[in-house]
């Protein structure tokens, strides 16, 4: 199994910063023990948890970007999306997908892309 | 919010070495941890899960244990490839959060 994010790695501020991970060699339709999550990770905040989506649609989000955040799933595409609304410096960071196992003989998120540096700058 | 408290920050060690780190959790998690190895410029990558349950292909000299709110990660004999970044993150209830993590770096 291989993800890869993709989107615009400069956004200006006050816009919308839209990400895809773009899922390779699994459905992300047949995986029915997985869930699909979203992270970023800059030097002042750690790892963050944006949300998680299952291939259903049912979302979960980090009640901190909740109000921001919105992640949709295209199954016929193999692809899940983040987009984060109004953003500013602070959003600056590297984001990744990942696959969170949820299956009782799994756990933690197992499968990662390789991250994408998105910068808030005008 | 479950707050993840890492110990130490920073580790110095050699190659060979056994080395430990701990993980605490600001209230009860069971067992349902996660640690990670990241290094600079690369993803983080699963090493353990549901708090002692080794990853696929991870290497064996790595193992976990803890329940509760304490953990620990031990590297039974410290590799060149060890020498990285290692969260711990609970997914006992959402919203999920990791640690600030434990730095190996050579001593």
């Known amino acids: 199994l291989q993800q890869q994010e993709s989107g615009p790695r400069l956004v200006k501020p006050w816009e919308t910063l839209s990400l895809t991970c773009t899922v390779s060699?699994?459905?992300?339709?047949?995986?029915?023990?997985?869930?699909w999550g979203w992270f970023r990770q800059s030097p002042g905040k750690g790892l963050e948890w944006i949300g998680d989506?299952?291939?259903?649609?049912?979302?979960y989000y980090n009640p901190s970007l909740k109000s921001r955040v919105t992640i949709t799933v295209d199954t016929s595409a193999n692809q899940f999306s983040l987009s984060l609304t109004s953003v500013t410096a602070s959003d600056s960071a590297v984001y990744y997908c990942?696959?969170?196992?949820?299956?009782?003989?799994?756990?933690?998120?197992?499968?990662w892309g390789q991250g994408a540096l998105v910068t808030v700058s005008s | 919010d479950i707050q993840m408290t890492q110990s130490p920050s920073t580790l110095s060690a050699s190659v060979g070495d056994r080395v430990t780190m701990t993980c605490r959790a600001s209230?009860?998690?069971?067992?349902?941890l996660a640690w990670y190895q990241q290094t600079p410029g690369k993803a983080p990558r699963l090493l353990i899960w549901?708090?002692?349950n080794l990853q696929g292909g991870v290497p064996s000299r790595f193992s976990g244990s803890g329940s509760g709110t304490e953990f620990t990660l031990t590297i039974s004999s410290l590799q060149p490839d060890d020498f990285a970044t290692y969260y711990c993150?609970?997914?006992?209830?959402?919203?999920?959060?990791f640690g600030l993590g434990t730095k190996v770096e050579i001593k």
């Open positions: 990942a696959r969170r196992n949820a299956a009782a003989d799994g756990g933690g998120f197992d499968f």
């Open positions: 060699g699994g459905s992300i339709s047949s995986e029915i023990d997985f869930y």
């Open positions: 989506i299952y291939y259903t649609g049912t979302t």
């Open positions: 209230q009860n998690i069971n067992k349902w």
């Open positions: 549901k708090a002692s």
């Open positions: 993150q609970h997914y006992n209830s959402y919203p999920w959060t």
